[in-house]
T-cell receptor, first 118, second 115 residues
Framework: GAGVSQSPSNKVTEKGKDVELRCDPI?????LYWYRQSLGQGLEFLIY????????KSGLPSDRFSAERTGGSVSTLTIQRTQQEDSAVYLC????????????????FGAGSRLTVL | DAKTTQPNSMESNEEEPVHLPCNHS???????IHWYRQLPSQGPEYVIH???SNVNNRMASLAIAEDRKSSTLILHRATLRDAAVYYC????????????????FGKGTLLTVNP
């Protein structure tokens, strides 16, 4: 597709359940990013994938959070044993590979997946 | 990443120009200045970026101070559709390695446009 696609757009789950959020990046974009935005807050970086390199997981808030990217394209963010504080909008973005001197590298974001944990 | 400071909110009238300021006094020589905006219920979208010189594109203009310690995003004629949170972000894209690939978002400026 022309943009970054995320699914589901809305997910309501019960505390303790596992959830999977999917991101389909723009074709040809080798870099993929996950962010989280809690109500009324700014965007919080979670994880970054670039090609076949080891992902930067430095933003994952706990070991209940994990993400994978299969075949260098689609990514899945998994939250195990969800808690109420996990309620947020989870945003995925993709870009061409950031390179030194390429100031024009920009991220294209999806519309997000809104997660509500009851 | 170097820190940016923006006003929490600003208000404008439709069809008037809007100047959104951003202070980045600790900017390094390798930092680009990027602006993104987030419309209600949407993901952020790229607006404009610059390094040293002023920049214009179809969406906005970016005026960068000579010492690069501040910049201003200019919307020449605000429309209701421009109501959004505007983020000023420094991104080290001139050097390789490090964590220069990710955007670090602050709280941004909430722009309200009055009809």
């Amino acid at each position: 597709g022309a943009g970054v696609s995320q699914s589901p757009s809305n997910k309501v789950t019960e505390k303790g359940k596992d959830v999977e959020l999917r991101c389909d990046p723009i074709s040809g974009h080798t870099a993929l990013y996950w962010y989280r935005q809690s109500l009324g807050q700014g965007l919080e970086f979670l994880i970054y994938f670039q090609g076949n390199s080891a992902p930067d997981k430095s933003g994952l808030p706990s070991d209940r959070f994990s993400a994978e990217r299969t075949g260098g394209s689609v990514s899945t963010l998994t939250i195990q044993r969800t808690q109420q504080e996990d309620s947020a909008v989870y945003l995925c973005a993709s870009s061409l590979q950031p390179r030194a001197g390429d100031g024009a590298n920009v991220l294209t974001f999806g519309a997000g997946s809104r997660l509500t944990v009851l | 990443d170097a820190k940016t400071t923006q006003p929490n909110s600003m208000e404008s009238n439709e069809e008037e120009p809007v100047h959104l300021p951003c202070n980045h006094s600790t900017i390094s020589g390798t930092d680009y200045i990027h602006w993104y905006r987030q419309l209600p219920s949407q993901g952020p979208e790229y607006v404009i970026h610059g390094l040293t010189s002023n920049v214009n594109n179809r969406m906005a203009s970016l005026a960068i101070a000579e010492d690069r310690k501040s910049s201003t995003l200019i919307l020449h004629r605000a429309t209701l559709r421009d109501a959004a949170v505007y983020y000023c972000i420094l991104r080290d894209l001139r050097s390789s390695g490090g964590s220069n690939y990710k955007l670090t978002f602050g709280k941004g400026t909430l722009l309200t446009v009055n009809p």
